[in-house]
């Protein structure tokens, strides 16, 4: 006895389309809640996160590392959902490394590193998080 069945075709839900570097940008423009941790020492605080208007793909970010708001940070997202901190220095301390975005544009993780004027370097991991309506 043969049985046939109807075939039946999924529902699955079709991976989101990679967005552009642009609409990226602007998916994780705003404030954020800042959650480091410095060597074993915990840091926590507000940054903001805004398009550089020089160039489509950078960032610029106002309160890196607690370094005040009179401090941006610049920084270069890619469509891999992957920042790119390229070295810059502000206040005698040299800032470099990465960040990965989430996919829902919620969390960014972060990996850097914090040279002082004496040539120490301090390693820096920890997560932004978006704060919606702030």
Known sequence: ????????????DEP???????????EISGDWYCNIDENGFPL????????????????LITNFHNTGNDIKVSAVVSKDLTIE?????????IFRGSGL?????????????V???????TS????????AGA
């Open 1 to 12: 006895m043969l049985l046939s069945f109807p075939l039946m075709s999924s529902c699955l």
């Open 85 to 93: 901190i390229p070295e810059q220095a502000f206040n005698n301390q």
């Open 124 to 131: 820096v991991t920890g997560k932004y998080t978006y704060r």
């Open 16 to 26: 989101a389309q990679p967005q552009s570097v642009n609409e990226i940008v602007t």
């Open 44 to 59: 926590e605080f507000n940054a903001t996160i805004s398009a550089d208007p020089s160039s489509e793909s950078r960032i």
């Open 101 to 113: 975005i989430s996919d829902d544009y919620t969390e960014i993780t972060w990996n850097y590193t």
């Open 115 to 121: 040279e002082d004027e004496n040539g120490d370097i």
